[in-house]
T-cell receptor, first 108, second 111 residues
Framework: KNEVEQSPQNLTAQEGEFITINCSYSVGISALHWLQQHPGGGIVSLFMLSSGKKKHGRLIATINIQEKHSSLHITASHPRDSAVYICAVDANNNDMRFGAGTRLTVKP | DAGVTQSPTHLIKTRGQQVTLRCSPKSGHDTVSWYQQALGQGPQFIFQYYEEEERQRGNFPDRFSGHQFPNYSSELNVNALLLGDSALYLC??????????FGSGTRLTVV
């Protein structure tokens, strides 16, 4: 079993829809990251969370430390949001563990 | 302020050859981590360098080695390349393991 599990693996939405991607982890962590990866491979860090909730534009990330669960929400989705979204955790032994990613396609 | 810079961006090598990938960390960062991302999978941790020493290592064979220089830049070396080494290699820098910034990666193809 992977230490970081994401769901769904693939997600197709219509423009304007509200999107949720989930992440569960089984290791002790100091922080959780949501990353965005576009075709070609470059990774952009969207959020780093250690508790609560963060919002940036149409993106919202939440984390529940007790339940070891985080969600990434995209409101009013747009085709330019199409990318792979990766959940990663800073494990307590000082390395990062990654989920397999969620491939999001937003259709116009 | 430049972020993390990786070079080259693409590389094609023949099975059995050796390859060196380079990473310049974000200004102010002192820790460099390397990851291998196979097609369709999440990145896998290779190793992390801090103060010019390998601090952590993932489950990768000794063919994968690295180095960190006094200016915090880093190299990843892979010897005796296998077809299965074809992947995107990502570098991330941080300050003592906090606040990761990722590079765009080097795509290695082994033929």
């Amino acid at each position: 079993k992977n230490e970081v599990e994401q769901s769904p693996q693939n997600l197709t939405a219509q423009e304007g829809e509200f999107i949720t991607i989930n992440c569960s982890y089984s290791v002790g962590i100091s922080a959780l990251h949501w990353l965005q990866q576009h075709p070609g491979g470059g990774i952009v860090s969207l959020f780093m969370l250690s508790s609560g909730k963060k919002k940036h534009g149409r993106l919202i990330a939440t984390i529940n430390i007790q339940e070891k669960h985080s969600s990434l929400h995209i409101t009013a989705s747009h085709p330019r949001d199409s990318a792979v979204y990766i959940c990663a955790v800073d494990a307590n032994n000082n390395d990062m563990r990654f989920g397999a990613g969620t491939r999001l396609t937003v259709k116009p | 302020d430049a972020g993390v810079t990786q070079s080259p961006t693409h590389l094609i090598k023949t099975r059995g050859q050796q390859v060196t990938l380079r990473c310049s960390p974000k200004s102010g960062h002192d820790t460099v981590s390397w990851y291998q991302q196979a097609l369709g999978q999440g990145p896998q941790f290779i190793f992390q360098y801090y103060e010019e020493e390998e601090r952590q290592r993932g489950n990768f064979p000794d063919r994968f080695s690295g180095h960190q220089f006094p200016n915090y830049s880093s190299e990843l070396n892979v010897n005796a390349l296998l077809l299965g080494d074809s992947a995107l290699y990502l570098c991330a820098s941080s300050l003592a393991g906090w606040g990761y910034t990722f590079g765009s990666g080097t795509r290695l193809t082994v033929v």
